[in-house]
């Protein structure tokens, strides 16, 4: 089994990455920013006995997101896990909110995962299936002050997996979304 997180070199992807492997998945650690730590995620799975590798994206673009399945697909086969861990908060009070805040936190909460859905859909209908996690936020349910930019992509993420659910169902392609809370681990890269 092959899982794909986005946003591995951070705290939660991280942890995910670590916890997948010893459920004997061949892991893909995706980065951004934090290279480094994603290549020492690596060796520690790989010096456990695991499987994984590290690759870079910038998910903020369409066209990178589909490099990055592709690459997955040729060292891997196939991808039968997507979890779309990366993240990234800007928070502000709503009227100090620039646009350079709003879509930076808009394009990689939100667009990254559709442009990661996206890309993988394909791949997973010709393979008979998959799974779609997404990472929510409680803030998208229940909003708090400073992040009107973050529980907005939350929220949008949340609508993004109802409809993917329904639309990639029929492929034997599952779609959800979690919402952990707060965690001590980090922000995502």
């Known amino acids: 089994r092959v899982v794909l997180i986005t946003g591995g070199s951070g705290g939660l992807g991280g942890a995910l990455a670590r916890c997948f492997s010893e459920e004997g998945y061949a892991v893909v650690i995706h980065y951004f920013k934090g290279k480094t730590i994603a290549e020492d995620l690596c060796g520690k799975i790989t010096g456990s006995g695991g499987n994984a590798t590290a690759l870079s994206a910038d998910l903020r673009k369409p066209e990178e997101a589909f490099r990055l399945v592709e690459l997955t697909r040729q060292t891997f086969g196939k991808i039968d896990l997507l979890i779309n861990a990366a993240g990234m908060v800007r928070d502000r009070l709503l009227i100090g909110t620039s646009e350079e805040d709003w879509e930076a936190v808009i394009q990689t909460n939100l667009s990254g995962p559709f442009y990661m859905i996206r890309a993988v859909a394909p791949l997973m209908r010709d393979q008979g299936g998959g799974q779609i996690i997404n990472i929510g936020s409680l803030s998208a349910r ?3 002050s400073g992040q009107a930019n973050y529980a907005a992509s939350k929220a949008g ?23 952990p809370g707060l965690l001590s681990t980090g922000v995502f890269q």
């Open 157 to 179: 993420l949340v609508a993004l997996t109802q409809n993917s659910a329904r639309e990639l169902a029929p492929h034997n392609i599952r779609a959800n979304v979690v919402f």
């Open 142 to 144: 229940i909003g708090r």
